[in-house]
């Protein structure tokens, strides 16, 4: 987020969950963190979620006109895996974007599960 002065005649169209005045960014990046994908300029008040499904990035995984890489043999024994999204709570889990496993407490949550999300 990027917090900023609200214009004059704005109201509480750009005024978010946090009590601020905020423009959604949404990113994608390689590995390497080199930006692949940009969308700018949503206002605070929508969720991250519901910004991307709208988006013409999102549109594209959805309708599946998005130009990726074919899918890799990253092990040798798992056969070929496609690329994908990693995204938070805030998206709908989708066979192209993966998300943490629910759970905040790491307690309780099992050992695989609580490692996935780390990563």
Sequence with gaps: YHIFQAFSNDGSYHFNYKGTHSTVLLAMCDTNYNFLL??????????????????????????????????IDIDGVNGPIPYFIVGDEAFLLTEYLMRPYPGRRRSTMPKDDEIFNYR
Excluded at 39 to 50: E, F, K, L, Y
Excluded at 58 to 65: D, E, L, M, V
């Design 38 to 71: 940009v969308d700018i300029g949503a206002p605070g008040r929508c969720s991250d979620g519901g910004v991307f499904s709208s988006s013409n990035m999102g549109k594209a995984f959805a309708n599946k006109t998005i130009n990726l890489p074919e899918p």
